[in-house]
Structure formats: C-alpha cells, structure tokens
C-alpha cells in the first residue's frame, strides 16, 4: 500500500548525538556511534544532554540538520520535541525496555550509518499539539507534546466535572478522573491504557478519551487537524495538567487548556517499509516487556 513519505533532500551532513542524561550505557554508547561516525569521515559531535541550552541554540542556529538520540522512548519524546521546530529529524537508537518510536536497536546501529550517511532513508512525520493554559484571558503557561496532555484529578481521590468544547461548540461534558488529548503517536501510550483506538503514525487527527467516567459517555472522539479543544474543570477540588508526562501543573475552576495542532512537526528517521508502524504493534502486544520481562 501507499504511504505518504518524505524524502531528504540530501544526506545528512552534519550530525549531533543526544544520550538519555541517567543512562551510563547510554553515555559510552554515544561516544561509540560518534567515534564510528568520525571514521567514516562524518563529522559528529555529542550534546552534553537534550536540555543543554547551547545544544538548542545550536540548533536554532542551524548548525545540525540530523540527530541520534540514544535511549528509549522517553528520549526519542524529548528529541522528536527539541528538534521539530527547527525540521531536524531524529534517529532513535534503542536502549530502553519498549523501544516503540525507535528506529534501530543497540546492536544493529552500526550496519545502519552508511545508509544514513548515503541518505537512504525516509522521513516520517509525527503530528504535535499545542497546548495553553489560560486564566482570566492570560497565559500562563505553554507547551508542545508529542504524546497528550492531561487534565486529571490531583491529590484528592475524586473524580472531576469536565467539560470538552471544539471550536467553540459542546462536544461533551465528562464526569472522570480525567480527560486526555492526544495525537496519533499517543494513541498508543496513555490513550491506549483507557481504551482509545489506534491511530496509524501519519494520520493527522487529535483524539479526546475519557479517564475512568462515571455515567458519562465513555468513547474517544477522533478530530480532524483543524479543530481547536478547549477543556475546563468546573470542580471545586485540585485538577491539574501534565504535558507528555512533565510535572503537574495545578488547574483551577475555571481555566481554560486549549489545544490545537502544532505547526511543525516532529520528523522521524525510517530505514524500515511503513508497514513497520503494525509489525511492531503485533509484537508489543503479544510480548509485553513489562509484562513478561523476558520477553
């Protein structure tokens, strides 16, 4: 079947390699793939970590135009959403337990760059969100996610009164522990844990589920790019938000978190045919590491 791809322009002429900053493994890895990068005749320099502000200047500045990030799905997260406003892609070497966004595993990496380096790849682009959280017409806080945000229950054991407007209409009001907005890439993390569908990689879509409702609907709604969400709490107890799994943000009665597509977005390095996005589905699903860690 066809897929829609992009293709490089030109093969990667400047690369910088990001290592999960708690991962020793992660580290001397790093510094494997760029000595092996610099044998080959590539030029290759290591970030000191994916928060290191010189290495967002440095990218702003267009002095990189392809990264590796070395981790697991958590890195390849944070990478995918450092890079995507500069249109660097990402190739994700695996180091982690699941390893769903990453494109090549710990001991198949070095095979791969001379098709990196020949440009013999394609990219594949992943959809963001942008959220905002506003109060008494302010913002107070913006972000981007490559997975969801949440708007969910905080310290007390109660569920919250919700309400879902899209492009300024009711979709919905909610009675639950939270509500979710996520992107075709989250509709396999948090989204799938509640029951949401499965989004293909590609698709261009924004899904809103339900956490545990009680009497309320209980179905995700799939919408189009364009559509603008707007979620407010109407509970008198602690709400609070979390982009792609941050740190909490408190959520008062009345605030309003509005997401919308991002302009740009995230670009993954893809060696594999597109029907790698199932083959992997399958496989996870059937050999849960976290379920069976022998697996």
Known sequence: YNRPMQQPIFPPRKIVIAAHPRLAEARSEAVRVVEALNALGHPAEMAAHLH?????????????????ALGGDGTMLRAGLLCAPYGVPVLGINLGHFGFL?????DTWQERLPRLLSGDFWL??????????????????????????????????????LTAMVDGYLLAQYMADGLIAATPTGSTAYALAVGGPILPPEARNLLIIPIAPHLSINRGVVLPEGAKVTITTQSSHQAVLSADGQPPIVVEEGDEVRVEAAPSPALFVRFQDPGYFYRNLACYMEQNPWINPQA
């Open 102 to 106: 990453m494109e090549v595993q710990q």
């Open 52 to 68: 290191d502000e010189a290495l967002k200047t440095a990218l702003a500045a267009g002095e990189f135009d392809l990264m590796l």
């Open 124 to 161: 594949e682009q992943r959809m963001l969100l942008k959220v905002c959280q506003w109060r008494d017409e302010k913002c107070l806080g913006n972000w981007q996610v490559l997975n969801e945000v949440v708007v969910c229950r905080g310290q007390y054991v109660r569920p919250l009164l």
